[in-house]
């Protein structure tokens, strides 16, 4: 809610006279003016954003959405500025590109026998609640298990875990996990947002049911629809007819794995860092 010029003065106390190769901003309310200001501080400057809605003075621009192209950034950048678009560049846990091959070999079952719910770590709206209530009325298999993830300070994570003690099937509410790439690996299924976690579950060819929850989660949850990668749901309580839907035909289950694994295969921090590491050659 500062203006850029408070942020800027804030950022100036902090680095004081240090001098950097490279400084990378991920920031919708910065622009141009805080980036010219910090070219004190640094040789290179990458600008991370998927917005394309401002002006940017940077040596690198990375937008990781699919289907976003060089075209969106026209005249918004210098002319020297090196675009990495798409989400080829998709800022993925290593992990993720590690267990990619296991995961795909591993989905050759049309059986929904674990469910991964993860609606985002605070969930403020309660989303991971909502979607429990539509399970409730479900066709998931009798021997289908439920795995929650949250984070600990999501506001109603309390009554998230009476929720899933009442639910049919084994439920088990994690915290705060390290091994989200390793719990998407064992699940046939998500139920999850149109958020960054998209490109970890493409990454894996984790069948999703996605629900947009922010306006910056559209675009990638309508491009992901229209690529068949996704079942993307207007209301969450839509959900149960989706897996109504995945449980009466087992062909749709792969054809989302198929279409998923297609968007990105997990390796996008090895090309931005070789990027990285060329431009900064003779500075």
């Known amino acids: 809610g500062e203006s850029w010029e408070t942020d800027f003065a804030q ?3 902090v680095l004081g006279e240090q001098f950097f190769d490279w400084l990378v901003v991920d920031h919708y309310s910065l622009d141009s003016r805080w980036e010219s200001a910090m070219r004190k501080f640094s040789h290179k400057i990458m600008v991370i954003d998927d917005l394309a809605d401002r002006m940017h003075d940077c040596d ?3 937008d990781q959405t699919f289907g976003h192209g060089e ?29 990619r091959e296991f995961s795909l070999i591993r989905r050759n079952s049309s059986k929904i ?20 209530e539509s399970l409730r009325y479900s066709s998931l298999p009798n021997n289908c298990r439920i795995t929650i993830v949250m984070g600990d300070a999501a506001p109603s994570l ?15 509410l994690k915290v705060n996990v390290t091994n989200m790439a390793q719990l998407m690996t064992y699940s046939d299924l998500a139920i999850g947002t149109a958020g960054s976690t998209a490109w970890e579950r493409c990454c894996l060819g984790l069948p999703s049911i996605v629900v947009v929850l922010a306006d910056n989660q559209r675009k990638i949850g309508h491009v992901l629809e229209q690529e068949r990668a996704v079942i993307l749901i207007k209301e969450i309580s839509d959900a149960e007819k989706a897996i109504r839907l995945l449980c009466e035909s087992g062909d749709k289950l792969n054809d989302l794995s198929q279409a998923s694994r297609k968007i990105t295969d997990g390796t996008g921090v090895e090309k931005v860092v070789l990027y990285m590491e060329k431009l900064c050659v003779g500075k």
């Open 60 to 62: 690198l621009l990375l």
């Open 158 to 172: 309390d009554n998230i875990q009476l929720q899933a003690e009442g639910l049919t099937w084994p439920t088990e």
């Open 11 to 13: 950022t100036n106390a």
């Open 71 to 99: 075209e969106e950034y026209t005249n918004r950048v210098p002319k020297n500025c090196v675009l990495l678009t798409g989400s080829d560049y998709a800022l993925l846990d290593p992990e993720f590109s590690k267990l």
């Open 113 to 132: 026998e674990h469910l991964l719910i993860s609606m985002g770590g605070i969930d403020q709206s309660n989303a991971t609640g909502k979607v429990l």
